[in-house]
Every structure is written in structure tokens, then in C-alpha cells.
């Protein structure tokens, strides 16, 4: 079968780490993520995903947000049946075909990246794919959410200006005011230094916040609830980090996290 070659600009690009990192993780005897899935799309893009080879810090990273995200997301969907899960900044995420107890789900992507995932997923009754930049906030007039809505940005926010995100918060509360956001922060080490990442070379890494509390100052109606560690899950694996991540400046500044938080 010929393989699809993914035709894809600099941040849009970046979906390929992700899909490495947990089709790599299925190599193991004890994987983070069971997704053979992933695997399953690697196998089938032309692309050489061994110039991520020495990106052992991205994929151990990557494995870890899925696990945090998995368990998040599914324990929103156990406690509020009837909800609507809209992924923003989807790739080729393949979390819509592991969890479950949604109503609708929709994932949403610039329009290259959905013309490719769609190689991959269908669209049914309760999967939709939205071709359309996240800061176009016309694509939230397409959702239909009469229950509890619940926000994914992972491996997004990074790559906005701190304008954009606040612009993108301001829609979201308008068109979704009770919603659920889980969001991944970058290391601020990382801001305007993405030349010292393992693997992501070429997009710019723009923003994040040291304190996530400070989402508030963001918008008034964004209320902060919880976060998750990356260095707090597969300690054996961080090498010569887990040495040194009980830190206090090193937990501030070289480790990502997942965000939860709410509108109200």
C-alpha cells in the first residue's frame, strides 16, 4: 500500500512527535499508553520518524500527558453522562477510540491536519472533525453541547501569543460557560527556546505561565482547580532528572503539566 506523505507546516508538524512518542511506547513490555493504534498510522506515513530517535525526554513526556489526559478525561465522562468532548488541536490523537461514555465528540484541527486524519478516522453520529484554525471562533457556533462540555488543549497553547490565548478564553466562556478545560503548560524554561527541545526544532514555543493560577488574570470567569506533574508519574524512567526534580526551580521550570480548570 502506498504510504501518505504528510504535507504539513512548521506547527502543525509537531503532531508527528506525539503519534511517534506513544507508537514507540508500544515497543515496550510495560507501556505507559497501550495504543496500537498510533503504530497502526506510523506504519502507514512517509515520513522518517527516526530523527526523533533521541527524543527520549519528548516521548517519555508525551506518554505521560496521554495517561493524565486518558484518566481525566474519562473520569469527566463517568461523572457527567451525557457530555460533549471537543479536542482542540486534535492531530492525529487517537483518544477518541479508547475512552468512552460521550455523546459527541468533536475534534478540531487546522484544515491540512484534518485532511489528513481523515485517512484515518470517519465521522459517525457521535465523532465530528472541524476543519478550522482554533482562533476562528466561527467553529463554535458548529457545536452542538446541550450537556456538560469538557475542553482538551494539549500541545497547543504553547504556540499562541499570550493575546491569543486570552482571546481564545474569551470565546470559550461566551459560547461554553460552564465548561471543563483540561490544558497542557509548557516548561517555562522552554518559552522563546525551543532550540533546546529534543525533538521540536523549528516551531516557536511563545507562552505558558510559571503559576497556572494566574489563568484568572487571563479571564475573570476561569477558575483554577487542579494540576498534574509530568515528573510525578514513571520516576524511574526521567533518568538523571529524577535526581534532581523534587527542586524547587527545577519543578517551576523545566516540567509540564495538565491544568484543570472551569469556567464559571
Known amino acids: 500500500m502506498e504510504k501518505i506523505r504528510p504535507l504539513l507546516a512548521e506547527v502543525p508538524a509537531t503532531l508527528l512527535v506525539p503519534l511517534w512518542a506513544r507508537a514507540e511506547e508500544q515497543k515496550r513490555s510495560d507501556p505507559l499508553v497501550r495504543d496500537p493504534r498510533s503504530a497502526e498510522i506510523l506504519r502507514a506515513l512517509d515520513f522518517d520518524f527516526s530523527r526523533f530517535s533521541g527524543g527520549w525526554m519528548s516521548q517519555l513526556g508525551c506518554c505521560i500527558r496521554t495517561v493524565i489526559l486518558d484518566r481525566e478525561v474519562q473520569r469527566f465522562l463517568d461523572a457527567h ?31 491540512e491536519v484534518i485532511a489528513l486524519r481523515s485517512h484515518f478516522f470517519t465521522e459517525t453520529e457521535q465523532r465530528h472533525m472541524i476543519a478550522s484554525s482554533v482562533l476562528d471562533s466561527g467553529w463554535m457556533e458548529r457545536i452542538m453541547a446541550p450537556g456538560p462540555v469538557l475542553i482538551i488543549a494539549e500541545g497547543l497553547f504553547m504556540y499562541f501569543s499570550e493575546e491569543e490565548v486570552t482571546s481564545l478564553l474569551d470565546a470559550l466562556a461566551r459560547y461554553f460557560p460552564k465548561a471543563v478545560l483540561l490544558v497542557e503548560m509548557l516548561a517555562p ?61 527545577v519543578r517551576r521550570n523545566m516540567n509540564n503539566r495538565i491544568v484543570r480548570l472551569h469556567f464559571e
Open 189 to 249: 524554561l522552554l518559552v522563546g527556546r525551543n532550540r533546546m527541545h529534543d525533538v521540536v526544532k523549528n516551531a516557536s514555543f511563545k507562552w505558558t505561565l510559571s503559576d497556572s493560577r494566574d489563568f484568572s488574570r487571563l479571564n475573570s470567569r476561569l477558575h483554577y482547580d487542579c494540576e498534574w506533574s509530568y515528573f510525578d508519574m514513571a520516576r524511574r524512567r526521567w533518568r538523571y532528572l529524577r535526581l534532581i526534580h523534587g527542586i524547587g526551580w
Open 81 to 111: 453522562p451525557g457530555s460533549t468532548v471537543i479536542n482542540l488541536g486534535c492531530g492525529l490523537d487517537t483518544r477518541v477510540s479508547r475512552l468512552s461514555g460521550y455523546t459527541c465528540w468533536y475534534d478540531l484541527d487546522l484544515p
